[in-house]
């Protein structure tokens, strides 16, 4: 007579599967246990979203959603955006004890087509995200494309590294755009790299609101 087995009464093959599994999650919860007790320090982190993939400005505006959730306060400043108005602003407008969220850019370099101009902007954000890193009273600064300033020289590496490094002990400060520098990103305690896969925009997609904006 051939064995058989019910759901409620697994046959030997899976009841063996079965133990193994649960033997082999019980020796990983051991170690992730371990690994947890022993990581109780806590610091500001410098945060840094980079690569050629969407969801770098979103993963950040995220962090901010959870910065809300626990009372904390958070300023966003905008070095490209601005030109568009943007669902994420209409959200956070809404909360203006806790978020400032500042839209500063003018766009992209290839539409205002000014690079005095642009420069000028970008100084004007910068010091705006300057402010804010060295006070105390916020709990994070996004830096919003701030990489993407930095790759047209619009504002100095120096100058921009030597702010991240003298940010208060606790201060979260996170730093999106393309091409993020080899120096922020040594410098960074957290850094991602969104790779691109696949785009609908390649296929003849537009930007779409609350996909894109």
């Given at each position: 007579?051939?064995?058989?087995?019910?759901?409620?009464?697994?046959?030997?093959?899976?009841?063996?599967?079965?133990?193994?599994h649960?033997?082999?999650?019980?020796?990983?919860?051991?170690?992730?246990?371990?690994?947890?007790?022993?990581?109780?320090?806590?610091k500001?982190?410098?945060?840094?979203?980079t690569?050629?993939?969407?969801?770098?400005?979103?993963?950040?505006?995220?962090?901010?959603?959870?910065?809300?959730?626990?009372?904390?306060?958070?300023?966003?400043?905008?070095?490209?955006k601005g030109?568009?108005?943007?669902?994420?602003?209409?959200?956070?407008?809404?909360?203006?004890?806790?978020v400032?969220?500042?839209p500063?850019?003018?766009?992209f370099?290839?539409?205002t087509?000014?690079?005095?101009?642009?420069?000028?902007?970008?100084?004007?954000?910068?010091?705006?995200?300057?402010?804010?890193?060295l006070?105390?009273?916020w709990?994070?600064?996004?830096?919003?494309?701030?990489?993407?300033?930095?790759?047209?020289?619009?504002?100095?590496?120096?100058?921009?590294?030597?702010?991240?490094?003298?940010?208060?002990?606790?201060?979260h400060?996170?730093?999106?755009g393309?091409?993020a520098?080899?120096?922020?990103?040594?410098?960074?305690?957290?850094?991602t790299e969104?790779?691109?896969?696949?785009?609908?925009?390649?296929?003849?997609?537009k930007?779409?609101?609350?996909?894109?904006f």
């Amino acid at each position: 007579m051939t064995e058989t087995s019910t759901p409620d009464q697994p046959g030997p093959d899976e009841a063996e599967l079965n133990a193994r599994h649960n033997a082999k999650m019980a020796k990983i919860k051991a170690a992730r246990d371990k690994m947890m007790a022993e990581r109780q320090d806590e610091k500001g982190l410098l945060i840094v979203h980079t690569g050629s993939g969407k969801g770098k400005t979103t993963a950040a505006l995220g962090m901010v959603c959870r910065m809300v959730g626990h009372g904390r306060r958070v300023s966003v400043i905008q070095f490209v955006k601005g030109a568009l108005q943007t669902g994420e602003k209409v959200v956070f407008d809404a909360f203006p004890e806790q978020v400032e969220f500042r839209p500063m850019g003018e766009g992209f370099t290839w539409d205002t087509q000014d690079r005095a101009r642009d420069i000028a902007v970008a100084r004007e954000a910068w010091e705006a995200c300057k402010a804010r890193i060295l006070d105390p009273d916020w709990d994070m600064v996004v830096c919003d494309e701030l990489n993407i300033v930095l790759r047209y020289d619009y504002l100095p590496l120096d100058e921009v590294l030597e702010v991240l490094r003298a940010k208060p002990e606790g201060k979260h400060v996170v730093v999106t755009g393309r091409n993020a520098p080899p120096a922020l990103i040594e410098l960074a305690d957290l850094a991602t790299e969104m790779t691109l896969l696949k785009h609908p925009f390649r296929s003849g997609v537009k930007a779409q609101a609350g996909v894109e904006f």
